[in-house]
């Protein structure tokens, strides 16, 4: 099946920082998606992105959408305690169905010391 | 808040005990999902349900049965599980229309269950 390669796999960051993670893909996807999940909780959407070259802001939070539609980046700029958590990026196709299966990328395990 | 609504949070359950997991959303959302996610690891999707009707079946043992009553709630009923099925059991819903089949899952915060 479809495999993400999302790196790095964790990252050790001081406040303030900034961080940048990644997901490629042998496949094509038609959205790319980015994830945090805290600790007890599900994962909350942080960016959703639709077309290819998209480039995306939400906040400290950039994410863009390869232009071979098979990567996508996640910068978080100017890092806080609360960035700590783990990011996943997921690829969705459309492949006719009306719902898009999602292949998630292995997660990014952030930690941000004060 | 999640708009995906989950219970319980947690549950404990022994080998032979039968218990159902419940999602509820009211986004009026047609496709629904039951993922199984081990710490540390990415969601894995177990059923799909569109349009009420199971559209996806992921190779699941048995021993997990979905069940969707109507458009906003879905069941994840359970029966002689094993120590290895304890995990955190997510559901996520998303709009399941053609005209809206590129939009994102959403998802409860998971009811965490343990296998005695």
């Known amino acids: 099946g479809q495999q993400l390669n999302q790196s790095p796999q964790s990252m050790f960051i001081q406040e303030g920082e900034d961080v940048s993670m990644n997901c490629t893909s042998s496949s094509i996807f038609n959205t790319w998606l980015w994830y945090k999940q805290d600790p007890g909780e599900g994962p909350v959407l942080l960016i959703a992105?639709?077309?290819?070259?998209e480039l995306t802001s939400n906040g400290r939070l950039t994410a863009q959408f390869g232009i071979t539609r098979k990567d996508s980046f996640l910068n978080i700029s100017a890092s806080i305690p609360s960035d700590v958590g783990i990011y996943f990026c997921a690829g969705q196709g459309a492949g006719g169905t009306s719902y898009g299966k999602l292949t998630f990328g292995q997660g990014t395990i952030l930690t941000v010391h004060p | 808040d999640t708009e995906v609504t989950q219970t319980p949070k947690h549950l404990v359950m022994g080998m032979t005990n039968k218990k159902s997991l419940k999602c509820e959303q009211h986004m009026g959302h047609r496709a629904m999902y039951w993922y199984k996610q081990k710490a540390k690891k990415p969601p894995e999707l177990m059923f799909v349900?569109?349009?009420?009707?199971?559209?996806i079946n992921e190779s699941v043992p048995s021993r997990f049965s979905p069940e969707c009553p109507n458009s906003s709630l879905l069941n994840l009923h359970l029966h002689a599980l094993q120590p290895e099925d304890s995990a955190l059991y997510l559901c996520a819903s998303s709009p399941g229309t053609y005209r809206e089949s590129n939009q994102p899952q959403h998802f409860g915060d998971g009811t965490r269950l343990s296998i005695l």
């Open positions: 349900y569109s349009y009420e009707k199971l559209s």
């Open positions: 992105l639709y077309k290819a070259g």
